[in-house]
């Protein structure tokens, strides 16, 4: 029995030690999975929401497409289109180095000038909003917040925002001359004169009223090297007063800081490139609007977006270069942040119980993103979320003076709060009353906002409507995510002309490049890569024209050089035609944008992923 009782076997250490090992590696290898299982979760999470934010933002844009604009173009911080720039990817937030004060914003954020906006004048009505009151004839711009600065001049009005109306007829004329001009046209002379030291060139403005009116004319010019090198450079809608009679005035051009008067001179205007549009002229929102003239408009609230035109303008017509019309209102403005997120919703019923006092107290919003960037206390600037952005350490609030500005005190915010929330049908701020519970609160992580059964509406002079029953209105909630979330509208431009000359092409130009070894090809500006247009043209094939009409093409998402301009890369098309057809290099071809895309960015670590959603959409042809 004790030999038995001896001979029974025991656990030895190093068994033990085997089995601790075997366990540890286990768990190990448990644990490494887990992230990335939660990875792997959450990139799919983010791309459902991504999808569903881009499909909403093209379903918008369905629903109005008399209101599409030329373009949406990407922008440095003074407005100068990037035509060169590769839309993504790769991906740049924020260029890491400041340039005259400013990081410059990348191709994830820079897609941000809307050019040309379109709307007929709405039906006059009575306008609240959060910055004054206003009876006029309400439009709100299809993106907000929008980027304007105060004019230091008018205190009261902003600059940044250009409204024109329908391009009017040109008449090539000469200035020594009366020129007759009917109604919706303008006289042109191109030969330049020095007017106040300045070259320019002159137009004639048929106009009646009393100290002249407001035009936006757009033209190109060439400026010559000293060693005979030529550019041909633009400026966008150049303000321009006629004087009242219909006489000819001057347009000053003043070339860019870069061409220095002492290597460069203006040498010529290029002909037909102008267009001339009558401006509407800002008026402040505490003066009356002028009953004799329709073409005034004043900004009533750049967080909502939202201006006012003349109610006398409302069934006026227009003579323009299409025909006579009602007046239409064709707006330019930069957005000023596209991670700012906007969102409608219709609170409702109260469903939660937070206070668990036996009934339902409150409404639980839930905004479509999660992780909502907490900016902390509005007067200290350095104790919101951090961020990877080099212009804000710290997240301190929406909307800044300037994007890409660093904040140097909380007089530099606009918007200081975390989440903004505007009552749509009074275009007032809801704020939750300061003796309210404190289980109206904001759940950052989850993305719900808590709001009570009563809140108050409050304008920026401080005047409040008190205990307004939220349940059923309809409030817009702007906000910003973690990762940098981001709602970005790209559009191929409405038309392109063709260039003639060897200048490089840009944002709203395509030339026509004939084959040595290779196809017929269009090119395009680098920016508008992967973009849709329709192209008709003609070509000839053993002795018989053949006409192409309407052809549906894809910009390349690669590049080639322009062969007058080897240093620019351009995007390009190939021409579909059979082999040994050719193309007169004279002939006429139209070309016509037709793609709008929705692209969803965010961060995910280091990497930025993306969803873009294309549609072909253009503007009614009425507009």
């Not at 000293?226 to 809608?237: C, F, I, M, N, P």
Request: hydrophobic share 40%; net charge negative.
């Amino acid at each position: 029995m004790n030999g038995l009782i001896n001979n029974r076997k025991g656990t030895s250490l190093v068994e033990i030690l085997v089995v601790m090992l075997v366990l540890l590696v286990g768990i190990m290898t448990i644990i490494q999975l887990f992230p990335t299982g939660f990875r792997v979760v959450r990139a799919a999470e983010s791309q459902t929401i991504a999808s569903k934010l881009a499909q909403a933002e093209i379903e918008r844009w369905k629903n109005m497409p008399g209101n599409l604009p030329d373009g949406i173009l990407p922008i440095y911080s003074d407005e100068t289109v990037i035509n060169d720039q590769n839309p993504g990817p790769p991906f740049v937030g924020f260029a890491q180095e400041m340039l005259g004060g400013i990081y410059e914003a990348g191709n994830v954020l820079n897609s941000r000038w809307v050019r040309n906006e379109t709307t007929t004048i709405p039906i006059a009505s009575n306008i609240t909003s959060a910055a004054g009151e206003e009876y006029g004839s309400k439009y709100t711009l299809a993106f907000s917040p929008i980027e304007v600065s105060v004019d230091p001049d008018i205190p009261g009005l902003y600059l940044g925002l250009k409204v024109k109306s329908g391009d009017l007829q040109r008449r090539i004329g000469n200035s020594d001359s009366q020129i007759y001009l009917r109604q919706g046209q303008y006289g042109v002379d191109y030969t330049l004169s020095i007017v106040d030291g300045s070259p320019a060139f002159k137009v004639a403005l048929r106009d009646n009223m009393a100290g002249g009116s407001a035009y936006h004319i757009s033209f190109s010019y060439w400026v010559t090297k000293q060693d005979g090198t030529a550019v041909l450079l633009s400026e966008v809608d150049k303000s321009v007063w006629s004087d009242g009679n219909g006489g000819w005035v001057p347009v000053k051009i003043q070339p860019p800081d870069a061409f220095d008067s002492s290597d460069f001179e203006v040498s010529e205007v290029e002909e037909g490139s102008d267009s001339c549009a009558r401006a509407f002229v800002p008026k402040l929102l505490s003066e009356a609007w002028n009953p004799n003239d329709p073409y005034e408009f004043t900004l009533v609230d750049p967080i909502m977006g939202v201006i006012a035109f003349s109610p006398y303008a409302r069934n006026v017509t227009e003579q323009t270069a299409r025909g006579k019309r009602a007046i239409t209102a064709r707006v330019d403005y930069k957005i000023y942040d596209p991670r700012i997120i906007r969102e409608d919703i219709i609170v409702p019923r109260l469903n939660e119980d937070p206070g668990q006092v036996g009934a339902n107290t409150h409404s639980a919003i839930k905004l479509a993103l999660r992780f909502i960037l907490n900016a902390g206390d509005p007067t200290n600037i350095n104790d919101g979320d951090t961020t990877d952005n080099p212009d804000e350490p710290t997240f301190e609030g929406l909307v800044k003076k300037r994007l890409g500005a660093p904040l140097t005190s909380a007089d530099d915010l606009v918007v200081p709060e975390s989440i903004f929330v505007i009552d749509l049908a009074t275009g007032l701020r809801a704020m939750i009353p300061p003796n309210a519970a404190q289980l109206s609160a904001i759940d950052y992580k989850a993305g719900i906002v808590h709001l009570p059964e009563m809140a108050d509406l409050i304008d920026y002079d401080g005047r409040v409507i008190e205990n307004v029953r939220l349940a059923g209105r309809h409030l817009r909630f702007f906000y910003r995510a973690d990762g940098d979330w981001s709602v970005q509208c790209q559009k191929a431009y409405s038309y392109y002309l063709r260039k003639w000359d060897t200048s490089q092409v840009d944002y709203c130009h395509f030339k026509l490049r004939t084959p040595q070894d290779g196809p017929y090809q269009l090119l395009f500006a680098l920016c508008d890569s992967g973009k849709n247009i329709t192209a008709s043209y003609s070509y000839w094939l053993d002795g018989a024209r053949h006409e192409v009409a309407g052809k549906l093409y894809r910009l390349s998402d690669d590049w080639t050089f322009d062969p007058d301009a080897p240093a620019a890369r351009c995007s390009y098309v190939n021409l579909d035609i059979p082999q040994g057809a050719t193309i007169e290099p004279g002939s006429r071809i139209v070309v016509v944008g037709s793609s709008f895309r929705a692209r969803v960015t965010w961060r995910d670590g280091r990497s930025w992923r993306f969803v873009d959603i294309d549609t072909d959409l253009t503007r009614n042809s009425s507009q």
